[in-house]
């Protein structure tokens, strides 16, 4: 037996050649146990459309990357104290002055670490980054309605990461206890106080006894470091899962639908496509890093209660909630012994309202149409206008409350009156949203307009014929299919109503208040008045039938 068994073995030595290799032996070990072949099987072929716009959640996602790696770096020389020291050290401007040891330790890494003002300034040109390309990024799925059925959660994760983006930089931002920082916590420190009955004591928990106290930095420190990207990497990965599970949105064209995906697949073209762009990605950063600077703290010096710098600016997300705060009328109610601050708390609670705005639309308007399939094919936004008008004008107040925020910066810098330009961003603040939603609704009606003339004559030549009784007309060109199908592609449904107030036999029915803000909401998003109708088979029969200068 044993001979016959070393003839078999030898046999299918000989048929299979040389033994397995190490690398093939432990792929074959993990699988085993943990069924990798299958998985990867399953997914490394997935497809996924190839359209420039998707990069956009790739740039959030190396941003991420290389705001974990950085920040490793960081933490490994930073002293998150607010014990006071004598700086004695390489920068002689501020040598024998008093500190705490996290704004001397942000001076070591500046200057003493080998590389370390180059990893701090991408680590914040990083931050600035990842904001950035998730506010553009989830603005790409607002206005092509990605959000839709079956992606509302995945929705409401970006959000999340979103607003805890903001967080997150709102408290690394104050960690180095610069003069600038310090002012940013101080303007967080009279918010909070705004809040009535607990305000005081909220301070007083968060800062461990009066402002500034010695206890927000180390506080600050693991909320930075550990808490909120702890979440914040649960929130990518459950992100990346669902994007994964679901069919990956594409944009209308021939041969896509609801039930099929034309793209690229996963492994190895989208792979080898996403190792590039991390790289270009990180170069660029590298690259902004080493040339522009950012945060340099040394020229604030230290944080001291009875100072603030001139020209006090927070990063650019943070600078729409300063706006808030500048644009307000400074109000106080003073009653029973108690002084209440709307002048702060109001516009304190708008500016996560504002961001609420944007969380909770998806499940307004899956309320508003009562549509209950899957979407995989993209709007294109023009053909959704009064969603595009409301996500302009929620820019539009964005960008108003900017300026608001910097209204000394643009006063001394254009030379105005700061007065007058806190008044133009208090009119503004109503005005520019309004007219934003009608200007994009009135263009977006336009481009649908176009699009219509397009479909029904075809597109222009500039070939100009004439005909036999004299006449001059440009002859025009039929589309192909191909252009056809993208521009009479989408839905146009009508909306929600109400219906009859009164049944066959003439009872009245019971109408709700929730009916009624529906049918509202709905005429409003996909009345007649939001869209240009599309033009049907017989009126492109009708019109390409004859001689209508096509050729």
């Not at 998730?134 to 990461?161: C, D, Q, S, Y």
């Not at 108690?338 to 899956?366: D, R």
Request: aromatic residues 12%; neutral net charge.
């Amino acid at each position: 037996m044993a001979d016959g068994a070393r003839s078999v073995n030898g046999t299918r030595d000989a048929v299979r050649g040389d033994e397995p290799g190490k690398g093939e032996k432990l792929a074959d070990w993990a699988d085993g146990r943990l069924g990798l072949y299958a998985l990867a099987k399953a997914n490394m072929r997935k497809v996924f459309p190839d359209h420039w716009s998707f990069m956009l959640g790739e740039v959030c996602l190396y941003s991420f990357l290389i705001l974990i790696l950085t920040g490793i770096y960081l933490t490994l020389f930073f002293e998150p104290s607010g014990a006071e020291v004598v700086y004695h050290g390489s920068y002689g401007p501020l040598n024998g002055i008093i500190m705490t040891k996290a704004y001397e330790s942000t001076l070591h890494i500046s200057f003493d670490v080998r590389g370390g003002l180059l990893i701090r300034q991408i680590h914040h040109w990083a931050a600035l980054v990842f904001v950035a390309g998730m506010l553009i990024h989830m603005m790409r799925v607002f206005f092509t309605g990605a959000f839709r059925k079956p992606r509302e959660v995945n929705w409401v994760f970006g959000w999340t990461l979103l607003f805890l983006g903001i967080i997150t930089g709102l408290t690394g931002y104050s960690l180095p206890d610069d003069l600038l920082s310090g002012t940013g916590i101080r303007f967080a420190d009279g918010a909070i106080l705004s809040i009535p009955i607990v305000g005081t004591y909220l301070s007083m928990f968060l800062f461990g006894g009066e402002f500034p106290g010695h206890d927000i930095i180390s506080r600050l420190f693991p909320v930075h470091v550990l808490l909120l990207p702890g979440i914040m990497l649960g929130l990518v990965v459950a992100h990346l899962i669902l994007v994964f599970y679901h069919k990956h949105t594409q944009y209308p064209g021939p041969g896509r639908d609801q039930k099929s995906v034309v793209g690229m697949p996963f492994l190895p073209v989208y792979m080898a496509k996403a190792g590039g762009f991390f790289f270009l990605t990180f170069g660029v950063l590298a690259l902004m890093g080493g040339i522009a600077s950012i945060n340099p703290v040394w020229a604030f010096g230290p944080y001291r209660p009875d100072l603030v710098t001139t020209g006090a600016q927070p990063d650019w997300y943070l600078g729409f909630s300063e706006g808030l705060i500048r644009v307000m009328p400074g109000w106080e109610i003073n009653a029973w012994g108690h002084t209440l601050e709307p002048g702060v708390l109001i516009p304190f609670s708008l500016f996560p309202l504002i961001l609420l705005a944007l969380g909770v639309y998806p499940f307004v308007e899956a309320w508003v149409t009562g549509d209950k399939r899957e979407h995989h094919i993209l709007d294109r936004p023009r053909n959704a206008p009064v969603r595009t008008g409301l996500g302009v004008a929620w820019l539009s107040l964005y960008g108003v409350l900017l300026i608001g925020g910097g209204n000394d910066i643009v006063a001394t810098h254009l030379h105005l009156s700061i007065n007058a330009i806190t008044w133009f961003v208090r009119i503004s603040v109503f005005a520019v949203p309004v007219l934003a939603f009608v200007v994009t609704k009135r263009i977006c009606l336009g481009l649908q307009r176009r699009d219509r003339d397009t479909v029904l004559h075809g597109r222009e030549t500039g070939t100009i014929k004439r005909l036999p009784h004299g006449e001059y007309v440009e002859v025009h060109e039929a589309l192909a299919q191909d252009a056809l199908f993208t521009l009479t592609q989408h839905e146009q449904n009508p909306p929600y109503e109400i219906g009859p107030l009164e049944d066959t036999n003439g009872v009245r029915r019971t109408v709700t208040v929730s009916q009624r803000a529906r049918a509202l909401m709905a005429r409003a998003l996909y009345g007649p008045e939001s869209h240009i109708p599309k033009p049907t088979r017989e009126e492109y029969r009708e019109v390409t039938s004859g001689d209508h200068h096509q050729h």
